[in-house]
């Protein structure tokens, strides 16, 4: 909704799309084994990326 008009459904330039998360290069991970590996970082910030694009979609239904 927009500020202006509080029953107005806002526009696509007023709430943007989000922007996915940059995958990680194969360089960028050590191959340690480490507990939070880049790659597990990526997968987390992928799933917030699919749920916010989800919700981002049900509020733009003509995008």
Known sequence: MS???P???ETAAADPAPVP????D????????CARCV????DE???RY???LAAWRARHPES
Do not use: R, S
């Open 3 to 5: 500020p202006a008009d």
């Open 26 to 33: 194969a360089a960028d991970c050590c191959g340690e084994g």
């Open 50 to 52: 699919k749920t916010a």
């Open 45 to 47: 910030a992928l799933e």
């Open 7 to 9: 029953g107005a459904p």
């Open 39 to 42: 790659y597990d970082v990526y």
């Open 21 to 24: 998360p940059l995958e990680p």
